[in-house]
Nanobody
Framework: QVQLVESGGGLVQAGGSLRLSCAAS????????MGWFRQAPGKEREFVVA????????YYADSVKGRFTVSRDNSKNTVYLQMNSLKPEDTAVYYC?????????????????????WGQGTQVTVSS
């Protein structure tokens, strides 16, 4: 069982920055990939970025590449999402997710169906 709690969301002006955190419970955090997804009102949940179990591999959606940076600290059971140069279209609820079915996997998923546990989400609003 893994519990995920996101924090760090808020209201920011376009061009600003936010840093999201996702704190995980459970002893297996360091063995599995983590992902960030987001969902804007009236839209489907979309992939943002994923990071492998040891942080050695990352994969970004084109829409955030060069602006967002994912990292993790396995000693703190936490994954981070640094968001810079924010745009109004980044406004969404941001969710972190854990893929626990594939420990120590080389593959990192981009589909929501590949993740087993989800946080409750944190709202990010970017004003123009």
């Amino acid at each position: 069982q893994v519990q995920l709690v996101e924090s760090g969301g808020g209201l920011v002006q376009a061009g600003g920055s936010l840093r999201l955190s996702c704190a995980a419970s459970g002893r297996t955090f360091s063995t599995h990939a983590m992902g960030w997804f987001r969902q804007a009102p009236g839209k489907e949940r979309e992939f943002v970025v994923a990071i492998s179990w040891n942080g050695g591999r990352t994969y970004y959606a084109d829409s955030v590449k060069g602006r967002f940076t994912v990292s993790r600290d396995n000693s703190k059971n936490t994954v981070y999402l640094q968001m810079n140069s924010l745009k109004p279209e980044d406004t969404a609820v941001y969710y972190c997710a854990a893929d626990v079915r594939h420990p120590f996997a080389f593959h990192i998923g981009t589909a929501a169906s590949e993740y087993d546990y989800w946080g409750q989400g944190t709202q990010v609003t970017v004003s123009s």
